[in-house]
């Protein structure tokens, strides 16, 4: 099927937002049906579906559809900054003299970063990376004061956001662009045929959180405007409508009237049946809020003179619904009245509301697995009105659903002074390396006068430039947050001696506490968010209270799990490169470093293999990390990061050379791409393949090739001892990162439906699914060895409701009835064959198919049984 099978993840500008088309009627009988189209829409990862009011138009959304933002790498950029007296106020050339449309001549960039250089102490801040964003105007990247440094991005971000497909033909017709930064629903308008977004948009141009004194600016309390934006299908229109256009956000902390007329993170939409009212889920806010579509249609209520919208008098319409609304549906039926339903998410209840009192009628709880603390805590992550003064900013404006909003921000604080890293560092001896074996001229030893801004190893700077948003997801064994494990000290105290012996330990990532690391991330409520709280204060009123709230935060967030890996097969084994990549990241040959160890350097090795540093141990709870820092040839000393969501990185190419690196294989302009931010810390860097060329991993085989002689690219390091053997190595490598080990095998969550005369593609599938269940897989976070996952199947049996667990060690089915004795595989289906049933089997995450289909309340009797 066109559309379907590879990926194509080593491939510039490719669509990566699919829409698969079934006839409803006759899905077909292949695995996953058959579709009838698969339409590729130019973006990534589509989320919203809308039909037009003639039926004739289906309207995609993209989910993180970007704004236009990207970053011009640290290697790139000029020396310094504009102020710092270092040279960073003048002019310099990209290495590779390359000139980007729009960009200066002859490959060159205006200077360094903008700013002083130096934080509120005078202390020498580091020279990262720098975001940019597009203007439309001049099609020029710039910084934030305005300057052209296209010269250093290689793309173009087009900013598609909402596609049309045509419903006869199956054919995308049409996209919109600038809708918003972070996409969640839509619906269409009956009447006027307007489509309705709901989204935020995202500030991330904006430098530094805290009071913005010494920097200059903040985005404290201004994170992700809540919006609906209008398309107008017929003309091609899009206005995006700030819903909280109240909200001053010169002022940091706003008086409690401005949250009660906020909105936060809209999600959900139902227009009513005469046109006149949208009804939007405020998952942040507890409330449905309603509003005039004749007001969201008009631009005279947008323009600034006149009767404006205003959104305290839109909020007397708002309807108060507690526990976290995220979807709805309005039902209007003639002599009734108007009902909404409403789906909390805290609580995980349906709600039903009179739509003319805004009385709640009914609310019915509905059945969840989860721990009671877990639930108790997800309000932290959403809810406006407790993590801000102004009611629309919250962690999960970042933090999307405790994932990532596919951005990068310079959340840096010039206000505040600098502190101290005493994370776990044992290849703090590697950093040396080249001034000791080689001397002060070598481009590393050069370059560690500058690491973290004043050459200290172990110094957080107060700057630390723009820093990709990490997921929430899988944090609970992986040490202290943040990419630099900066919250190793803070508001809770110190994790720096967790044996309690008096040393600083640095070699026990065991003994790291996140819990603890997670509790100081307590400072961004008033630092980012905007909270009116005094943390420097007295621990008690407001300030206490949020401090039990953030223990119930933690219990939520060190809960939140990693997916499987859809990018590794079914049976857990790698692709052909994948695994030869596998081979080589857990093998003996050391990726960086020097071949052998020397005396003179004390204990620790001088060299490691990619695993050395990348710990892969998931009985320990490690893919990717064990918490320890290291130095990555990079302007600061970060944490070793978790390598578990590389596969979705993957959409930006483009990059210009950068010393001590290969040649990038995408320095030329690269044309349109979907995304704006890629791997490591800061996203600058657009692929794994770029970042793998860097010449600590480069095998430096003599002769080198006469381009690249002369020091620039590095490629006479390591003299064919050390480093990725070959190119083939070397893609072997990024294939394994994409298919990295995660806490949950590729197999759970894959589905079959059985029924009589069921192909052999379906059966084959339950076999599969079978062998898994029984193979052996390792999990600190599952509880140790447990099997890839537990087999559940459900449906009708003999005319009968039925659940059953697959039992490997017998190769059979337990009914959820203590009266009906097991049934071998074989056995199953032939009853299926033989009567009339249907049965959809499915792999379900280890220690969880007893009760999804046996016992669910865990009451020790069976469902059908009770």
């Given at each position: 099927m066109p559309g379907a099978g590879d990926p194509r993840l080593h491939e510039p500008s490719v669509p990566r937002a699919d829409v698969w088309v079934f006839e409803a009627s006759a899905s077909g009988e292949a695995l996953g049906g058959r579709?009838?189209?698969?339409?590729?829409?130019?973006?990534?990862?589509?989320?919203?579906?809308?039909?037009?009011?003639?039926?004739?138009?289906?309207?995609?959304?993209?989910f993180h559809s970007g704004n236009q933002t990207t970053a011009v790498h640290e290697g790139?950029?000029?020396?310094?900054?504009?102020?710092?007296?270092?040279?960073?106020?003048?002019?310099?050339?990209?290495?590779?003299?390359?000139?980007?449309?729009?960009?200066?001549?002859?490959?060159?960039?205006?200077?360094?970063?903008?700013g002083t250089g130096f934080n509120r102490d005078g202390e020498y801040q580091p020279w990262t990376a720098m975001i940019v964003g597009f203007d439309e105007g001049s099609g020029e990247w710039r910084d934030y004061s305005g300057r052209n440094f296209s010269n250093g991005i290689r793309f173009h971000l087009p900013d598609l956001d909402v596609f049309t497909i045509d419903a006869e033909t199956l054919e995308n017709t049409g996209s919109f662009a600038h809708v918003g930064t972070t996409l969640f629903n839509m619906a269409v308008n009956p009447k006027s045929g307007a489509l309705y977004v709901s989204n935020t948009d995202a500030q991330n141009r904006v430098p530094f959180e805290g009071p913005g004194k010494h920097g200059g600016s903040t985005v404290q309390g201004d994170i992700a405007r809540s919006q609906i934006s209008v398309i107008n299908p017929f003309n091609g229109s899009v206005n995006a409508r700030h819903l909280n256009r109240h909200i001053n956000y010169q002022r940091l902390k706003s008086p409690a009237r401005v949250a009660r007329a906020s909105v936060a993170?809209?999600?959900?939409?139902?227009?009513?049946?005469?046109?006149?009212?949208?009804?939007?889920?405020?998952?942040?806010?507890?409330?449905?809020?309603?509003?005039?579509?004749?007001?969201?249609?008009?631009?005279?209520?947008?323009?600034?003179?006149?009767?404006?919208?205003?959104?305290?008098?839109?909020?007397?319409?708002?309807?108060?619904?507690?526990?976290?609304?995220?979807?709805?549906?309005?039902?209007e039926s003639a002599g009734e009245g108007a009902k909404l339903y409403v789906l909390t998410h805290y609580d995980n209840s349906i709600v039903t509301l009179d739509v003319e009192t805004g009385e709640e009628l009914q609310r019915l709880p509905m059945f969840s697995a989860e721990p009671k603390a877990v639930q108790a805590g997800r309000f932290m992550l959403y809810n406006a009105m407790r993590s801000?003064?102004?009611?629309?900013?919250?962690?999960?404006?970042?933090?999307?659903?405790?994932?990532?909003?596919?951005?990068?921000?310079?959340?840096?604080?010039?206000?505040?002074?600098?502190?101290?890293?005493?994370?776990?560092?044992?290849?703090?001896?590697?950093?040396?390396?080249?001034?000791?074996?080689?001397?002060?001229?070598?481009?590393?030893?050069?370059?560690?006068?500058?690491?973290?801004?004043?050459?200290?190893?172990?110094?957080?700077?107060?700057?630390?430039?723009?820093?990709?948003?990490?997921?929430?997801?899988?944090?609970?064994?992986?040490?202290?947050?943040?990419?630099?494990?900066?919250?190793?000290?803070?508001?809770?105290?110190?994790?720096?001696?967790?044996?309690?012996?008096?040393?600083?330990?640095?070699?026990?990532?065991?003994?790291?506490?996140?819990?603890?690391?997670?509790?100081?991330?307590?400072?961004?409520?008033?630092?980012?968010?905007?909270?009116?709280?005094?943390?420097?204060?007295?621990?008690t009123g407001r300030v206490a209270s949020l401090e039990r709230d953030m223990s119930k935060f933690a219990d939520f967030a060190l809960a939140l799990q990693m997916p499987p890996n859809p990018v590794r097969q079914l049976d857990n084994s790698h692709s052909v490169s994948g695994q030869l990549g596998a081979d080589f990241f857990s093998g003996p040959r050391r990726s960086d470093g020097l071949p052998r160890d020397y005396r003179a350097?004390?204990?620790?090795?001088?060299?490691?293999?990619?695993?050395?540093?990348?710990?892969?141990?998931?009985?320990?709870?490690?893919?990717?990390?064990?918490?320890?820092?290291?130095?990555?040839?990079?302007?600061?000393?970060?944490?070793?990061?978790?390598?578990?969501?590389?596969?979705?990185?993957?959409?930006?190419?483009?990059?210009?050379?950068?010393?001590?690196?290969?040649?990038?294989?995408?320095?030329?302009?690269?044309?349109?791409?979907?995304?704006?931010?890629?791997?490591?810390?800061?996203?600058?860097?657009?692929?794994?393949?770029?970042?793998?060329?860097?010449?600590?991993?480069?095998?430096?085989?003599?002769?080198?090739?006469?381009?690249?002689?002369?020091?620039?690219?590095?490629?006479?390091?390591?003299?064919?001892?050390?480093?990725?053997?070959?190119?083939?190595?070397?893609?072997?490598?990024v294939d394994f990162l994409y298919e990295f080990d995660s806490d949950l095998a590729p197999i759970v969550g894959q589905q079959v439906t059985l029924s009589r005369g069921a192909n052999g593609q379906r059966r084959d599938r339950l076999r599969l699914l079978e062998a898994r269940a029984a193979a052996p897989f390792v999990s600190k976070t599952?509880?140790?060895?447990?099997?890839?996952?537990?087999?559940?199947?459900?449906?009708?049996?003999?005319?009968?409701?039925?659940?059953?667990?697959?039992?490997?060690?017998?190769?059979?089915?337990?009914?959820?009835?203590?009266?009906?004795?097991?049934?071998?595989?074989?056995?199953?289906?032939?009853?299926?064959?033989?009567?009339?049933?249907?049965?959809?089997?499915?792999?379900?995450?280890?220690?969880?198919g007893y009760r999804i289909a046996l016992d669910r309340d865990g009451d020790g009797r069976y469902n059908r049984d009770e």
């Open positions: 579709p009838l189209a698969i339409v590729e829409l130019f973006g990534d990862t589509p989320r919203a579906l809308a039909v037009s009011a003639d039926g004739r138009s289906v309207y995609a959304a993209v790139v950029m000029c020396y310094g900054f504009v102020e710092d007296g270092l040279g960073g106020d003048r002019p310099c050339r990209v290495m590779d003299g390359i000139s980007s449309p729009n960009g200066l001549r002859d490959g060159r960039l205006p200077g360094g970063r903008p993170t809209p999600t959900q939409l139902s227009v009513s049946q005469d046109g006149k009212q949208l009804y939007v889920a405020a998952l942040g806010s507890d409330r449905v809020a309603v509003y005039s579509n004749a007001q969201l249609e008009q631009d005279r209520y947008w323009d600034g003179s006149g009767k404006e919208f205003d959104p305290y008098a839109a909020a007397n319409s708002h309807i108060e619904v507690p526990g976290g609304p995220a979807g709805l549906w309005l039902a801000s003064s102004n009611g629309e900013a919250s962690c999960a404006s970042c933090h999307v659903f405790g994932d990532t909003d596919h951005l990068a921000w310079d959340l840096g604080n010039p206000d505040e002074g600098s502190t101290r890293n005493t994370n776990p560092f044992p290849t703090e001896n590697m950093t040396q390396l080249g001034c000791d074996f080689v001397g002060p001229d070598e481009p590393s030893c050069e370059l560690l006068d500058y690491v973290n801004g004043n050459g200290e190893l172990r110094r957080f700077a107060s700057n630390k430039g723009p820093m990709f948003t990490q997921t929430l997801r899988g944090i609970a064994t992986h040490g202290h947050m943040h990419w630099r494990g900066d919250r190793v000290t803070g508001y809770f105290g110190t994790d720096i001696d967790p044996d309690g012996d008096g040393n600083i330990d640095t070699g026990d990532p065991e003994a790291l506490n996140e819990r603890l690391s997670f509790l100081n991330f307590i400072v961004a409520f008033e630092g980012l968010l905007g909270l009116d709280v005094d943390l420097n204060g007295e621990r350097n004390g204990p620790e090795p001088d060299g490691q293999t990619c695993e050395g540093c990348h710990g892969l141990d998931p009985s320990r709870g490690f893919y990717g990390t064990r918490g320890e820092v290291a130095h990555g040839g990079e302007t600061l000393i970060l944490k070793v990061p978790q390598l578990r969501n590389m596969y979705q990185k993957v959409g930006m190419f483009g990059l210009p050379n950068r010393p001590e690196f290969l040649p990038s294989h995408t320095r030329e302009h690269q044309g349109d791409q979907v995304r704006g931010f890629g791997f490591l810390h800061d996203g600058a860097t657009d692929s794994l393949l770029n970042f793998l060329r860097g010449s600590v991993f480069d095998n430096g085989q003599k002769p080198c090739p006469r381009e690249l002689a002369g020091g620039h690219f590095g490629c006479e390091m390591n003299e064919g001892r050390v480093g990725i053997p070959n190119e083939r190595v070397r893609q072997g490598l599952l509880g140790g060895s447990v099997t890839e996952c537990d087999l559940v199947a459900h449906g009708v049996l003999d005319g009968a409701p039925i659940a059953l667990a697959y039992v490997p060690a017998q190769e059979s089915y337990q009914p959820d009835s203590r009266a009906e004795p097991p049934i071998s595989s074989s056995r199953l289906l032939s009853r299926l064959n033989e009567a009339e049933g249907v049965l959809t089997f499915t792999c379900v995450p280890p220690g969880s």
